[in-house]
């Protein structure tokens, strides 16, 4: 099976079940596991990203303003590398390659792939696309037992926070606002969907 990812996230689920070996091609932005960088990068990004971060807010917003894309998918090389599943992301077109994008892109290649969107709004459902990646995989044990395995860290952090000795020692309240940049302040979850479980996640950490 050839496998082609369109985002990190992707990629590090692919690897994590297994399958890394099948991957035939990955995006601009993914760097791990380390020996992935010599494939094939499908994407690239036309965000200035070495600038300020308020030079990047303006070229976005610039963009978003005139439906202008952000990334190139490049459909010549996916087409070469004809693989049999695409991972992509169906959540935010400021992340990643636009949904809309890779529908046609995928829908021109002969090889037909499919297509598996990651579309997560909380947690778990982090947790079923890992499992909607492995059934398309053929990975559905490797999907059920890394589900597990993250499932039991969570499960950890959430006993070890709520543990009456570990409040004891002393509990620094947090007040989080994710944020994507500093200038100007960008903050996640007041529009955005991709804010995942932010707040249940500060609290197992023993912030709130």
């Not at 890394?146 to 947090?174: D, M, N, Y």
Request: aromatic share 4%; proline share 6%; with cysteine.
């Amino acid at each position: 099976m050839r496998i082609a990812t369109l985002l990190p996230s992707a990629t590090e689920i692919v690897a994590a079940l297994g399958c890394d070996g099948q991957l035939v091609g990955i995006s601009h932005s993914c760097n791990y596991p380390e020996q992935l960088p010599r494939l094939p990068r499908l994407t690239s990004t036309r965000v200035p990203f070495t600038q300020s971060s308020e030079a990047i807010d303006t070229f976005v917003r610039g963009h978003l303003v005139n439906q202008d894309a952000l990334y190139d998918l490049h459909t010549e090389r996916l087409a070469d590398l004809a693989p049999d599943i695409v991972v992509s992301q169906a959540l935010c077109d400021v992340c990643a390659v636009a949904t809309g994008d890779v529908i046609r892109a995928i829908e021109s290649l002969p090889s037909k792939p499919l297509l598996v969107d990651l579309n997560p709004n909380t947690l778990d459902d982090v947790f079923d696309d890992i499992r909607r990646v492995a059934s398309a995989l053929g990975a559905n044990q490797s999907g059920d037992d890394l589900v597990a395995c993250r499932q039991l860290v969570v499960s950890t952090c959430s006993v070890r926070t709520a543990s009456p000795r570990q409040r004891s020692h002393g509990k620094v309240l947090l007040n989080v606002i994710p944020t994507c940049c500093l200038s100007p302040v960008a903050a996640f979850g007041l529009s955005a969907r991709w804010t995942i479980s932010h707040s249940c996640k500060t609290t197992m950490s023993g912030a709130t």
